[in-house]
Every structure is written in structure tokens, then in C-alpha cells.
């Protein structure tokens, strides 16, 4: 079995702000690993994930994680947040057999002007 | 264009009825899912259709009942409904074989009262 841990539910930045968003992850067997971002009233969506290979992976709108397999860590990080970012962010998990996401318990990201 | 549909969107019903949340997708995945996300925005994995199969049932109660048509759709019925079972239930699908995300529909809000 897998579990996600995102140590912070809320984080507060300002508008332009670097950010990092926790998360870490258990599990016996090898994972892949997500973030999903929830905008208000609205469904999730794919924001970045790791299946393999370079361990830094992007977004095209300028996060970026990387996977430390040493620490059981998938940190979100952006150097510079818009008010556009303020959302529900969720690191998941799935492992190679079962397909289901587990999923943490999601990080509120507010970012003030 | 839209690749996971679900109706409705919202639904509110009192408790004992029974109803039904109805999820498409577009995508030709052959893999589905319903997730529950409760009040404090946690998302769990209830079921998994691949091919119209059952693949995992979570510790759900029997009440709710998932149908595959076909593998475009992925419906679910829930009986004798709970004041507990108010969530957002989301829909998602994804392919098989080669690892990918799953893409996720807009949510259902159900509110029983």
C-alpha cells in the first residue's frame, strides 16, 4: 500500500513569490508520481508527472518537481507566482501494478497581490 | 470537445432515495474510475473498470453499485442514500498498458439532506 503526505494545507505567498509545495510519498513498490491542480468548482488537472528518466520534470506554465527517491519526495516548486496559481494542488501517487491514484491530502496555494 | 463528462453536476436529494451519476469519455482510454472527494477535499479511489471489468472495489458500501456498458462509460448508482455520502464524486479514465495520467472529469456535488 501507498500513502502521500503534504505536510501543508495552506500555503500563503505573495503575488510573484518563489513557492514550494511538500509532499512525500511510502510505498513497498515502485511509484509514479503527479501533481494535480483543482481550481475552484472545477475538476483536477494534470499539472506535472515523473514515469522515468531526468528526475526534474516541468510544466509548461513554469512549475516544476523534482523526484528524490533517497528522501521519498516529490517537492512542487515555482520560482515566481501569479494570482492565476491560487488553486488546490495535489501530489499523487500510483504504483506500477494497481493504476489507482492515491492521492495526499492537497495544499491550498493563496497567493495575495 | 470536452474528454470526461459527467451529469449532472449537481444533485441534491434526500436521504433514502436512490440516484444515479452518469460519466463519458471521449478519450478511447479503456480504463475508468470513480473517486470520492469528501469535505475536507480528500480524494479516495472507489472503483476501476478496465474493459468493462471490474478491477478494483474499494471498501465501499454496498449500496453503491458502478456499471460499465461499454468502455466509453462508466455510470454509478447509489442506494438508499446517507447524509454521509455528500461529496464530490469524480469520474477519470486513462489507458491501459503503457503508464499515463488519468484525465478527470468535472466533479459531481452531491448533497444529501
Known amino acids: 500500500a501507498q500513502s502521500v503526505t503534504q505536510l501543508d494545507s495552506q500555503v500563503p505567498v505573495f503575488e510573484e513569490a518563489p513557492v514550494e509545495l511538500r509532499c512525500n510519498y511510502s510505498?513497498?513498490?515502485?511509484?509514479?508520481l503527479f501533481w494535480y491542480v483543482q481550481y475552484p468548482n472545477q475538476g483536477l488537472q494534470l499539472l506535472l508527472k515523473y514515469l522515468s528518466g531526468s528526475t526534474l520534470v516541468k510544466s509548461i506554465n513554469g512549475f516544476e518537481a523534482e523526484f528524490n527517491k533517497s528522501q521519498t519526495s516529490f517537492h512542487l516548486r515555482k520560482p515566481s507566482v501569479h494570482i492565476s496559481d491560487t488553486a488546490e494542488y495535489f501530489c499523487?501517487?500510483?504504483?506500477?501494478?494497481?493504476?489507482?491514484?492515491?492521492f495526499g491530502s492537497g495544499t491550498r496555494l493563496q497567493v495575495q497581490p | 470537445d470536452t474528454a470526461v463528462s459527467q451529469t449532472p453536476k449537481y444533485l441534491v436529494t434526500q436521504m433514502g432515495n436512490d440516484k444515479s451519476i452518469k460519466c463519458e469519455q471521449n478519450?478511447?482510454?479503456?480504463?475508468m474510475y470513480w473517486y470520492k472527494q469528501d469535505s475536507k477535499k480528500f480524494l479516495k479511489i472507489m472503483f476501476s473498470?478496465?474493459?468493462?471489468?471490474?478491477?478494483i472495489n474499494e471498501t465501499v458500501p454496498n449500496r453503491f453499485s458502478p456499471k460499465s456498458p461499454d468502455k466509453a462509460h462508466l455510470n454509478l448508482h447509489i442506494n438508499s442514500l446517507e447524509l454521509g455520502d455528500s461529496a464530490v464524486y469524480f469520474c477519470a479514465s486513462s489507458r491501459s498498458g503503457q503508464v499515463t495520467e488519468a484525465f478527470f472529469g468535472q466533479g459531481t456535488r452531491l448533497t444529501v439532506v
Open positions: 510505498s513497498s513498490v515502485s511509484v509514479y
Open positions: 473498470y478496465n474493459n468493462k471489468e471490474l478491477i
Open positions: 499523487a501517487v500510483m504504483d506500477t501494478g494497481r493504476r489507482a491514484l492515491t
Open positions: 478519450l478511447g482510454h479503456d480504463t
